[in-house]
Structure formats: C-alpha cells, structure tokens
C-alpha cells in the first residue's frame, strides 16, 4: 500500500511536469491549483491518491492492532493481502481504464475484505 501511495504521487508529479513542459499550464495555475480545467491525465492520479487515504487508512490501522495484539490465524495474512492486490488493482483501473462497470466491483470487493479484517480481528479480541 505504501509502494502504491508514492507509486500514485509519482504520477502526479509526472503528469504535471508534462503539462509544465509542453505548455498545457503554467507554473501559476499549479500554484493555486484547484482542480478546475484539470486534464483527466492529471486528475485520475490525483483522485487516486485521496482515495488512498480514505478506506485505506482503516486498513493501516486494522494491521497495526493486529500487530499489537499478536494475532497470529492463517486467514490475516491472506485477507489483508487480498485487500492490498484489490486497492492496487483498483488504482490501475481507475488511471487507465475508468470504467465504473470494472472499477466498482473491485472497490467493493475490497471494502467486503477489509469490513472482513475488521470482523475477524473483533472475534479473536473479544472471544
């Protein structure tokens, strides 16, 4: 998730580049950047990188109690790296594909999966 998250901001900041380079938007616009008359090249990255630190951060913190708590089960390792292969695989969606017909099953199915961590981590504290 950590390797996505920079991996996004990377893009960001290549698909602005490009826009300074070849002249699309000035240094100015990027200054006050509001998003408005944003190429879908740079707002796609930027939208994907708020989306990782939405949902996601119940993700990062589901793991650190897991942690914290010593859970050691068979299933932990395997949901939380299904979550993080769904959120990639959103991400890759989301940036070159965009369609919502591919793209929100994939979100939802990851968000069952970490409502799952979540459930799962419940059982095994308060049993």
Request: net charge positive; aromatic share 16%; hydrophobic share 60%.
């Amino acid at each position: 998730m950590v390797a996505l998250s920079f991996l996004i901001a990377l893009s960001i900041l290549i698909t602005r580049f490009v826009d300074l380079l070849s002249k699309r938007k000035s240094v100015a616009y990027y200054e006050d950047w509001d998003g408005t008359g944003a190429s879908v090249a740079v707002m796609r990255p930027t939208r994907q990188l708020t989306n990782l630190f939405e949902f996601p951060v119940l993700f990062y913190t589901v793991v650190a109690m897991i942690i914290a708590v010593g859970l050691r089960d068979s299933w932990m390792p395997k949901l939380c790296w299904a979550y993080v292969a769904l959120r990639w695989m959103h991400a890759f969606i989301h940036i070159f594909v965009n369609r919502l017909w591919i793209r929100t099953p994939a979100f939802m199915v990851g968000q069952f999966v970490l409502l799952g961590i979540w459930v799962r981590l419940g059982f095994v504290v308060f049993n």
